[in-house]
C-alpha cells in the first residue's frame, strides 16, 4: 500500500515528518520527529514547507524524498578517456582509448536530484507516466530506467546540503 508520508521543513532545516493513517472508514495526519519512529502523535510539528515521500528506500533502507541527493550507478555506464576526453557508451567492452590508447576510467556513479515529475510537464513527458524523477546537470531518469533500487544511496538533500546541487539546478 502507498503510504502518505512527508518530510516537514521550517525553511530549510528538516524539524519531522507526516503522515496520514488511515482507519476503515477514515483517517487523520500524524506527527514523528523521525522517519521510522514507532510513536506518531496527532500534535502537529509546526512547518512551513514539506517533500513527498517516494514510497522507495536506499539501499541503507532509508526513505527517499522528493528534494534528496542521490548516488547510483547506471545501467547504462559511461566510460571516458582522462587524457583526451573521449566518451564510450556502456556495450563497448575495451579497456583502451580508440582515439589515444590510454586506458579508460571506471564509470562514475551518477548523483542526481529527486524530483517529484509534476514540475516536468514541458520536459520529456516523463511525468504522464512516473511519478518520481532524478535530474543532473545533463539529463532527467526516471527510477527504474535506470539502475536497481537496492543501488541507491540518499547523500544529503538540496535544503540542508545546497552544496550538493547540481549547478544547472541551484536557486
Ligand atoms: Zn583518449
Same mark, same amino acid.
Do not use: A, I, T
Given at each position: 500500500m502507498i503510504e502518505i508520508k512527508f518530510? %516537514?521543513?521550517?525553511n530549510n532545516k528538516v524539524v519531522g515528518y507526516e503522515k496520514f493513517a488511515q482507519y476503515e472508514l477514515s483517517g487523520k495526519w500524524m506527527y514523528a520527529t523521525e522517519a521510522d519512529s514507532q510513536v506518531w502523535a496527532e500534535a502537529p510539528i509546526e512547518h512551513n514547507e514539506k517533500d513527498l515521500y517516494t514510497n %522507495?528506500?536506499?539501499k541503507k533502507i532509508k526513505d527517499i524524498y522528493a528534494g534528496d541527493i542521490v548516488k547510483f550507478r547506471s545501467a547504462y555506464p559511461v566510460r571516458f578517456c582522462k587524457n583526451c576526453g573521449e566518451e564510450y557508451e556502456s556495450f563497448y567492452e575495451g579497456?583502451?582509448?580508440k582515439e589515444c590508447g590510454k586506458r579508460l576510467s571506471e564509470p562514475k556513479p551518477i548523483i542526481g536530484e529527486v524530483i517529484y515529475s509534476v514540475d516536468l510537464r514541458d520536459n520529456k513527458g516523463y511525468g504522464e507516466y512516473c511519478r518520481f524523477c532524478i535530474r543532473d546537470d545533463k539529463d532527467i531518469y526516471s527510477f527504474d530506467e535506470i539502475s536497481n533500487i537496492e543501488d541507491y544511496l540518499v547523500i544529503g538533500n538540496r535544503f540542508?546540503?545546497?552544496? %550538493?546541487?547540481?549547478?544547472k539546478w541551484k536557486s
Open positions: 518530510r %516537514l521543513r521550517m %522507495l528506500k536506499d579497456y583502451y582509448c540542508e546540503n545546497p552544496e %550538493l546541487v547540481m549547478s
